[in-house]
């Protein structure tokens, strides 16, 4: 009886995933000493379309040249109905691509044609067939209706990220700061990740002067399941991993739930026993084993 078997996507720790605009060299300069969990060099929203075929440039520059520091590196590319993802792809895809970061990727479908572009482009270049992973964005309503399929489409998706501007417009929703109109669709998304077996990843918070509003919003997102956060400044990326992290007392509290279940417990035929006054069964358990699995995964990234 082992629950923290069933969570293959601990080995993957993407607390803080930070958004470095390709065509800034600047700012890809800088984003390996920010301690992020992933960088990601965007060739999407933050790049004007006169300024992409210079981003991709840039972008496949940069995996090959940038310091690595035990970082996943990502390109988040145009989506499929661009007519851009299959030139960038064969622009960044080389040894040290680790993922790709997948807009609008509102069907299954769209996920088996990235699978097998990256696939065929592995061959040629002589990569592991299966090492570039796909993250894909949830973040139109169809995308969040089939967000599951979305997420096991293929082996290669190990998280998937909800984006809340995209799916506010495709809604024709106003964005408010308390977020309550994403509220159902955040979760929503989460609970499919779980499902599928994926780590969910949050929306970015497009105001990133005010660090406490954004401790409240990873918070809020960690409350539903989320593991980690997109970053849009360095200055959020502390925040992300501290919060993302296990607390202290609850990795303690769960390795004592896991100790004495397993001694009172397990060993002795029983699904139920008290721990301090408390009721202990076997969900329970389960749920102490992977917070102690997320926090080793968590203490090997560090802060």
């Known amino acids: 009886?082992?629950?923290?078997?069933?969570?293959?996507?601990a080995s993957y720790v993407l607390r803080?995933?930070?958004f470095v605009p390709a065509h800034r060299p600047r700012f890809i300069e800088k984003a390996p000493g920010s301690s992020a969990d992933a960088i990601c060099l965007d060739l999407e929203d933050s790049v004007l379309w006169s300024e992409k075929p210079k981003a991709r440039d840039a972008a496949k520059e940069a995996i090959a040249s940038m310091p690595r520091t035990g970082y996943m590196l990502l390109v988040r590319v145009n989506g499929?109905?661009?007519g851009l993802l299959e030139e960038e792809l064969e622009a960044v895809v080389g040894p040290g691509l680790d993922g790709i970061s997948l807009p609008k990727a509102d069907i299954a479908q769209t996920m088996q044609h990235v699978d097998a572009v990256l696939t065929r482009l592995e061959r040629a270049r002589g990569l592991p067939v299966g090492q570039v992973k796909i993250i894909p964005w949830i973040e139109l309503a169809i995308g969040v209706v089939n967000a599951y399929e979305i997420c096991t489409s293929t082996p290669r998706c190990i998280a998937a990220s909800f984006g809340a501007e995209d799916f506010a417009t495709d809604m024709g929703l106003k964005r408010t700061r308390e977020g309550e109109e994403i509220a159902w669709p955040r979760a929503a998304t989460a609970v499919a990740c779980r499902a599928a077996d994926v780590l969910p990843i949050d929306t970015p918070d497009p105001?990133?002067?005010d660090l406490e509003h954004f401790e409240r919003d990873c918070r809020k997102a960690l409350s539903v399941g989320y593991r980690g956060k997109y970053c849009i400044h360095p200055s959020q990326v502390e925040t992300c991993n501290r919060v993302f992290s296990p607390d202290p007392a609850e990795v303690e509290e769960a390795r004592k739930i896991?100790?004495?279940f397993e001694r009172e417990g397990v060993a002795k035929g029983l699904a139920a026993i008290a721990v301090e006054g408390k009721m202990v069964d076997i969900?329970?358990?389960?749920?102490a084993q992977r917070l102690l699995a997320w926090a080793e995964a968590a203490g090997k990234r560090g802060s």
Not at 1 to 9: P, Y
Not at 283 to 287: A, E, F, G, L, M
């Open 1 to 9: 009886m082992n629950g923290a078997d069933s969570i293959s996507t």
């Open 16 to 18: 803080s995933i930070l």
């Open 80 to 82: 499929l109905q661009t």
């Open 207 to 209: 105001d990133y002067t």
């Open 258 to 260: 896991v100790e004495v």
């Open 283 to 287: 969900p329970i358990y389960v749920r």
